[in-house]
């Protein structure tokens, strides 16, 4: 069965600095992946995703994600924070043979300090 | 294009109630989705729709339910409401062709079970 494990729930960096919010999931396949963004009282935006092709995949807003297999992982990384970028972020796996159902991280919410 | 939305917004029902929540997909799509958010479980997929059929299911009880109409435009429904259904409903909608396609959302229906 396909997962996603988001490693730490919370993540506090200081304006201008690096973000990295790490994603490892768990297929049998080679998976689809998926970064979304979720601000308060809306819903979920999608910032990028892995789907063939490309490991490097570059999203809005300066995001960006390096697929890696041997590792297993999907980390999103920005060069530097915003204060707007202050959200919570949702890994996502699609699941093979399973049309459109996502697999959800547990999110990590990050704040972004001045 | 306009986006995906959801009605209503916000919603307030007691134990024992039944509630239907609506989505309507953007302009185009047939696929809709329906994922239950809440603090404890995370984002939880509740099922799919595809030109009015089924094509995919949560793992949730029989009390939700859900159906797509013609145009599209989808409900879900939930009978004899507990405490616990109490949740931010979204609903995500998609071309409805293939693993890769990108999903959709809308703001979401705060649902509050009293």
């Known amino acids: 069965a396909q997962s996603v494990t988001q490693l730490g729930s919370h993540v506090s960096v200081s304006e201008g600095a690096l973000v990295l919010l790490r994603c490892n999931y768990s297929?049998?396949?080679?998976?689809?992946l998926f970064w979304y963004v979720q601000y308060p009282n809306q819903g979920l935006q999608l910032l990028l995703k892995?789907?063939?092709?490309?490991?490097l995949v570059k999203g809005i807003n300066g995001f960006e994600a390096e697929f890696k297999k041997s590792e297993t992982s999907f980390h999103l990384t920005k060069p530097s924070a915003h204060m707007s970028d202050a959200a919570e972020y949702f890994c996502a796996v699609r699941v093979s043979g399973g049309y459109n159902k996502l697999i959800f991280g547990a999110g990590t919410r990050l704040a972004v300090h001045p | 294009k306009a986006g995906v939305t959801q009605t209503p917004r916000y919603l307030i029902k007691t134990r024992g109630q039944q509630v239907t929540l609506s989505c309507s997909p953007i302009s185009g799509h047939r696929s809709v989705s329906w994922y239950q958010q809440t603090p404890g479980q995370g984002l939880q997929f509740l099922f799919e729709?595809?030109?009015?059929?089924?094509?995919n299911k949560g793992n949730f009880p029989g009390r939700f339910s859900g159906r797509q109409f013609s145009n599209s435009r989808s409900e879900m429904n939930v009978s004899t409401l507990e405490l616990g259904d109490s949740a931010l409903y979204l609903c995500?909608?998609?071309?409805?062709?293939?693993?890769?396609?990108?999903?959709?959302f809308g703001p979401g229906t705060r649902l509050l079970v009293l």
């Open positions: 729709y595809f030109s009015e059929t089924q094509r």
């Open positions: 995500a909608s998609s071309l409805g062709r293939g693993a890769q396609e990108t999903q959709y």
């Open positions: 892995y789907t063939t092709g490309a490991t």
């Open positions: 297929s049998s396949v080679p998976p689809y």
